[in-house]
């Protein structure tokens, strides 16, 4: 982009802060750009006598002073029509129903992506009760409007959470808001939505730019949301009691979502086009969603990358942890209210830093078990799932659906920063009892599919022991339980119920030598792991900040990949097809098949099938 257009936005951005004098807009100009501002606000008083630099900022003076700036950028080459439409937006605010927001221009990573997009940051989407911490009698409620200028040019709060670099407890309990990424707010045609749920193990992340950076997505005329959610025990906590149902963090997002489609129309966005898409424990989110009744209407197709309400560690019908954070805490009891009634008069840094491994048994610990997740919330006034999900998954999603899984998804539980590379003592532990390295939800299933501890452990490792030297097998293993084996089950569930028309599977193959997911969680092991299909959808700020990493050079074989994935993925959203053009990517094939075909992603793209019980995750046939 040229200089003069930034230099424009900066004009924009300063002379509109209601917080600063018109002298001081001059001067934090001049000091930014120097002989350059001067040059330009000298040329610009010459053309404009009336240019008011020297006023005081009064209601009545900006308005003034906008309208006259208003003219003069109109008429200045340089300024971008949606620049000019932003202004007017602000000056009749009344008309959109909307508040002023300021903008930053974008600091892209990449000479490609456009600095002209407008990034709205910390759009508070609701409120949480922090002294008398809603659990479950009260949801989350939506924001109160504000008046004059909100700024937008830094994110919000994150959720509560500990930091997986410092192990500190960071984030705060106001923590509800969303971020808005347009690169017009007044188009002529309503473009197309898609809001981005993060993962992290329903324990930590965020939906800000650190990790989710929306610079590829960007490029293809779409409009992106990406939204916080609670937390661990403060977003799922469940005492099978009204008091504490759980689900808090899913209705967050369900808040979220019908703020996206109440608003997003200021934003150029289409409230009648919007696709939830997200990864990991953001795709289970996605999932359940999909089948509540309490979100219908409020998205019209979903992305699930690696994650499905079926994967074992994604959903539980009821779980004792909230208890057992009662009693590490001082609180022994197994009375709801009892227990409820002491918990939400608990630090909420405390209440995170003793919620997950802390509470956990040996057994949970080694099978990677996740204390507080989704749930039965039956208890619930206005529960999240009326019925059992399973109900819902027998009638199928009946929106367009995208999901899928990488190669090599166990790579991620053993040598990665994310739960730390496993220790030799830990393997020596499920070496010893393979039954302590196997997720509870799983271990009570064996029976029904006819197959024992034994032949699992027999058919991933044969005779050898389970050790540094085997960690590619246990891998195997971990990504085949955590991921493979639900998302294959939420497809027959997809062809059985008539959903497989509009149901695209896909499969990531692609191993990058430069992967950016790889260097930012340490992934120790070759293939291809969980989480490494996000850094080709979107660009980490922490790459380039903390790494000094840059986008993918253009035209290398990262490049391709990034390609197919957004182009993809946005063309599903714009159209409920992956590959409206080509029409490479096939939805599933019906019922009377047994087999699934699926997309090979890797630099080739290519339709291929998985045969039913005869693929390694096809526990069923041991």
């Known amino acids: 982009m040229k200089r003069d257009k930034l230099f424009f936005r900066y004009v924009l951005l300063y002379y509109f802060d209601l917080k600063k004098t018109a002298v001081a807009a001059h001067k934090l100009l001049i000091e930014t750009y120097g002989n350059y501002a001067a040059s330009e606000l000298k040329n610009m008083s010459r053309r404009k006598k009336s240019f008011l630099w020297h006023i005081e900022t009064g209601d009545e003076e900006i308005c003034k002073a906008s309208l006259h700036l208003l ?118 045609i309503k473009r197309s939505v898609m809001v981005w749920i993060h993962g992290g193990g329903y324990f930590l992340g965020t939906g800000d730019s650190s990790w989710y950076g929306p610079d590829y997505i960007m490029k293809k005329d779409v409009v992106v949301v990406t939204v916080n959610y609670r937390l661990n025990s403060l977003g799922f906590l469940n005492l099978n009691d009204e008091v504490a149902a759980g689900n808090q963090g899913l209705k967050d997002v369900i808040l979220s979502l019908k703020w996206v489609k109440r608003n997003i129309m200021a934003f150029g966005g289409d409230p009648k086009d919007i696709t939830l898409f997200g990864e990991s424990a953001g795709a289970s989110i996605t999932h359940c969603l999909a089948l509540s009744p309490l979100a219908k209407g409020l998205f019209h197709k979903i992305i699930a990358q690696s994650g499905v309400i079926l994967n074992p560690w994604a959903f539980y019908d009821q779980t004792d942890a909230g208890f057992r954070l009662a009693k590490k805490l001082g609180k022994d009891t197994s009375d709801p ?114 197959t024992t501890v034994e032949e699992l452990r027999s058919f991933y490792f044969g005779k ?98 990034v390609h197919h994935f957004v182009q993809m993925w946005t063309d599903f959203a714009k159209t ?30 290519q339709m291929k099938m998985f045969r039913n019980r005869k693929e390694r995750w096809d526990w069923e046939s041991l």
């Open 576 to 605: 409920g097809n992956p590959t409206p053009t080509t029409k490479l990517w096939l939805p599933l094939i019906g019922p009377q098949n047994k087999d699934y075909n699926y997309l090979n992603i890797d630099l080739n793209l």
């Open 71 to 188: 003219k003069l950028l109109k008429s200045n080459e340089s300024i971008m029509g949606n620049q000019y439409q932003l202004q007017m937006n602000r000056l009749n605010e009344a008309l959109l129903g909307f508040p002023l927001w300021e903008v930053l221009p974008h600091l892209a990573y990449s000479p490609d992506l456009a600095p002209s997009d407008y990034y709205f940051r910390s759009m508070q989407h609701g409120l949480v009760d922090t002294h008398f911490r809603n659990y479950g009698d009260v949801d989350p409620k939506p924001s109160e409007p504000w008046s004059g200028v909100r700024d937008a040019s830094k994110y919000g709060n994150i959720s509560v959470q500990v930091d997986r670099l410092t192990q500190e407890v960071v984030g705060d309990e106001d923590c509800l808001y969303l971020n808005v990424y347009t690169t017009n707010i007044k188009p002529t």
């Open 464 to 561: 050898k022991d389970i050790s540094r030297e085997t960690l590619t097998n246990y891998s195997n293993f971990l990504g085949d339980e955590f991921f493979v084996r639900g998302i294959r089950d939420v497809v027959q569930f997809q062809k059985s119920s008539g959903g497989y028309k509009s149901t695209y599977l896909y499969h990531f193959d692609y191993e990058s030598e430069t992967s950016i997911m790889k260097t930012l969680l340490d992934i120790g092991l070759p293939g291809v792991s969980h989480i490494e299909d996000l850094g080709f959808l979107f660009f980490p700020e922490i790459a380039n900040t903390d790494y000094q990493l840059s986008c993918y050079e253009p035209g290398s074989n990262d490049d391709k990949i």
């Open 337 to 450: 209210k009892v227990a409820y009634e002491f918990l939400k008069r608990v630090d909420a840094k405390l209440l995170i830093d003793n919620s997950l491994f802390a509470i956990a048994t040996e057994s949970e610990r080694l099978s990677f078990t996740l204390s507080f997740t989704p749930t039965l919330d039956s208890k619930s006034p206005n529960p999240v799932f009326p019925e059992h999900p399973e109900e819902y998954l027998s009638r199928g999603t009946q929106i367009p659906f995208l999901l899928g899984f990488n190669r090599n998804e166990g790579i991620f539980l053993i040598r990665s920063n994310f739960f730390g590379d496993v220790s030799d003592e830990d393997l020596e532990k499920v070496n010893n009892n393979f039954k302590k390295g196997i997720l509870a939800n799983v271990l009570s299933t064996l029976p029904d599919i006819g």
